[in-house]
């Protein structure tokens, strides 16, 4: 009887996933405790998990044995990436600040050297930021007005880049490139905003306008439109203040809240998280929607500077509740910053960083952390970003210390394939090792190759190049595991010229795609991915967001699939499309969604 009732489950697992309605196993520990539970006004009703990794494919994934490879991809941009965003017309923007000193990038002689405000209005004969054409390793120069040291960004619906904030002139301004333009420089508006934010986060919210949060003695947050032009609404968020460790005394902060992480959850609220505390709140108004448990262990964001992440959004054809899923890692203890900060002791102690990760479903009733498997190693200042088939990857960072000049010791060089839904121990795979430390103000991105970009750090005040930690201008490419040469005949292909590239909330579009040997994609064994490119600095991936939309049908190389249903999954923009099958992707393509 067993054997017969296996025979019929195996033959409807492809038609059960067409209608997307598998439960999910518990997430946690391998499946014996009940599933997640969200809070819908009508008690505590199970309902079907929608984050199940296990789920994705009809048969076992392939399990590259590939550790994954890394190549010079330039051997000098001449810019350190303290912030990075890889823009849809496939150029690459990051800039550091301008107010202390030279870059490794000269202009041309005979350029006029612009007289720089922030540094006593001197001529400025340096350039501080660039576009990185990734598919050629070129880049051309940009020109920063404000110092947009330590600044937050995002992309608008058009795919502009908005720069927010920064410093000293800068500490309020907007820069915006044109994505529509291939030698298009940045726009600035000095004052635009209305609080201060240097060490601040954004997040897009449904309607393609943004939230900017927090920085530095800024206690609020604001909204920002898509646009040049706009008057400021500023909000109170009390909560920013009550998360700040106090200073030291004058000119001595600790703080342990900055670069606060931000989520945009399927409600439409935000999910905030700063120093070791949580909260969600209504972006219109600022009204505290739930409270949750302190995180033990430390402190996550600035300078400690752990990493968090969203995981992927998994939809159905019929929008069933989606559950959303948090995990933050890394970090270090509420005292290491003023252990090893020249601004507090003369003698540095080098902290070890937290090694731990744990993982929340805000949206459940009885919300609470859930510790995750440990990292194979400490982390602090590390990435944490999407990778094309739905898995993650932590890289770069330090095993002691915290962001600042100088702060950190050890460089952590072994990057880390995450799979969040395999079982207890098995959940992270040690990858092959850089040999160039990537350390505080370094970035990585996603590339719609399915490669990694990897760029930038700087311990120091200065560039500096003659220290154990050298000003980092060297861009590096890394391949992660689904990369295997040996799977090359599993990759998938998609056909731009036959696919529908912009999509509609709700709607059914369609990808033309085979494997690179032409053999047609099967029901069951092909996934979706749409990515939204982050904007990128000390350690946080703002509005990184990955979509997994349901399959309705795979007929004669064509995938039917369903857009997602909303802003509130979905912020208007462009995304990476890739097309996974049995967890090898192949390259994807740009879309829009609205």
Same mark, same amino acid.
């Given at each position: 009887?067993?054997?017969?009732? @296996?025979?019929?489950?195996?033959?409807?697992?492809?038609?059960?996933?067409?209608?997307?309605?598998?439960?999910?196993? #518990?997430i946690t520990d391998g499946g014996d405790k009940p599933g997640p539970q969200v809070d819908d006004g009508g008690g505590d009703k199970p309902v079907p998990g929608n984050n199940d990794g296990a789920s994705d494919y009809a048969k076992p994934a392939f399990e590259p044995e590939f550790m994954g490879a890394w190549v010079i991809d330039n051997p000098n941009a001449g810019v350190a990436a303290m912030q990075l965003q890889l823009m849809p017309n496939d150029q690459i923007v990051w800039f550091d600040t301008t107010s202390l000193?030279?870059?490794?990038? @000269?202009?041309?002689?005979?350029?006029?050297?612009?007289?720089?405000? #922030?540094?006593?209005n001197q001529p400025d004969?340096?350039?501080?930021?660039?576009?990185? %054409?990734?598919?050629?390793?070129?880049?051309?120069?940009?020109?920063?007005?404000?110092?947009?040291?330590?600044?937050?960004?995002?992309?608008?619906?058009?795919?502009?880049?908005?720069?927010?904030g920064g410093t000293f002139s800068g500490d309020k301004a907007i820069r915006v490139i044109a994505n529509d333009d291939p030698n298009g420089d940045f726009t600035t508006k000095i004052g635009a905003l209305a609080d201060t934010r240097w060490y601040s986060s954004n997040q897009v919210l449904p309607d393609g306008s943004s939230v900017v949060l927090g920085g530095r003695d800024s206690y609020s947050y604001e909204i920002v439109p898509p646009q040049m032009e706009f008057k400021p609404r500023r909000f109170d968020l009390p909560f920013m203040q009550q998360t700040t460790e106090p200073p030291l005394g004058p000119g001595r902060p600790v703080e342990n809240n900055l670069y606060p992480f931000l989520f945009l959850l399927p409600d439409g609220n935000?999910?905030?998280?700063?120093?070791?505390?949580?909260?969600?709140?209504?972006?219109?108004?600022?009204?505290?929607? @739930?409270?949750?448990?302190?995180?033990?262990?430390?402190?996550?964001?600035?300078?400690?500077?752990?990493?968090?992440?969203?995981?992927?959004?998994?939809?159905?054809? %019929?929008?069933?509740?989606?559950?959303?899923?948090?995990?933050?890692?890394?970090?270090?203890?509420?005292?290491?910053y003023e252990l090893v900060d020249a601004r507090h002791v003369t003698e540095k102690q080098f902290l070890p960083a937290l090694q731990d990760c744990n993982r929340i479903q805000p949206m459940a009733a009885d919300a609470a952390?859930?510790?995750?498997?440990?990292?194979?190693?400490?982390?602090?200042?590390?990435?944490?970003?999407?990778?094309?088939?739905? %898995?993650m990857l932590m890289l770069n960072g330090a095993k002691k210390g915290t962001s600042g000049w100088e702060d950190a010791t050890e460089a952590n060089l072994t990057p880390v394939l995450y799979t969040p839904y395999k079982p207890m121990g098995q959940r992270f795979k040690e990858l092959s090792p850089t040999t160039i430390a990537r350390m505080y103000h370094s970035c990585s991105a996603l590339l719609p190759d399915t490669r990694v970009l990897v760029a930038g750090s700087n311990m120091h005040q200065f560039y500096t190049f003659d220290t154990e930690f050298p000003t980092e201008l060297r861009v590096e490419k890394f391949s992660p595991p689904y990369l %295997?040469?040996?799977?090359?005949?599993?990759?998938?292909?998609?056909d731009p010229a036959n696919t529908d590239v912009v999509l509609k909330y709700g709607k059914p579009f369609k990808i033309t795609a085979a494997l690179m040997e032409k053999q047609p994609l099967v029901l069951g064994e092909v996934k979706v991915t749409l990515l939204y490119p982050p904007f990128t600095t000390h350690g946080f991936s703002q509005n990184q967001r990955?979509?997994?939309?349901?399959?309705?049908?795979?007929?004669?190389?064509?995938?039917?699939?369903?857009?997602?249903?909303?802003?509130?999954?979905?912020?208007?923009?462009?995304?990476?499309?890739?097309?996974?099958?049995?967890?090898?992707?192949?390259?994807?393509?740009?879309?829009?969604? #609205?």
């Open positions: 009887m067993a054997s017969s009732i @296996k025979t019929v489950i195996l033959f409807l697992l492809p038609l059960l996933l067409a209608y997307s309605v598998l439960a999910a196993p #518990d000193g030279a870059s490794g990038y @000269k202009l041309p002689e005979g350029t006029p050297c612009p007289n720089n405000p #922030d540094a006593n004969c340096y350039v501080h930021g660039i576009a990185y %054409d990734w598919k050629t390793s070129k880049y051309r120069p940009l020109t920063l007005q404000g110092d947009a040291w330590c600044s937050s960004g995002n992309l608008w619906p058009n795919g502009n880049l908005m720069a927010t935000i999910f905030l998280f700063a120093n070791n505390r949580a909260i969600t709140f209504e972006p219109a108004t600022g009204k505290t929607v @739930k409270e949750f448990p302190v995180l033990p262990g430390g402190s996550r964001n600035y300078p400690p500077s752990g990493s968090a992440a969203l995981f992927p959004l998994k939809l159905t054809a %019929d929008n069933a509740p989606v559950i959303p899923e948090i995990v933050i890692c890394g970090g270090n203890k509420p005292n290491a952390w859930i510790p995750e498997q440990n990292m194979p190693s400490p982390r602090t200042m590390g990435d944490l970003i999407h990778l094309a088939n739905g %898995d %295997d040469p040996a799977l090359e005949p599993e990759r998938t292909q998609i990955m979509i997994v939309p349901a399959i309705t049908s795979v007929e004669n190389g064509v995938i039917t699939a369903i857009a997602p249903p909303s802003g509130e999954i979905a912020p208007p923009g462009y995304y990476i499309m890739f097309v996974s099958h049995l967890g090898i992707p192949g390259a994807g393509i740009w879309v829009h969604i #609205d």
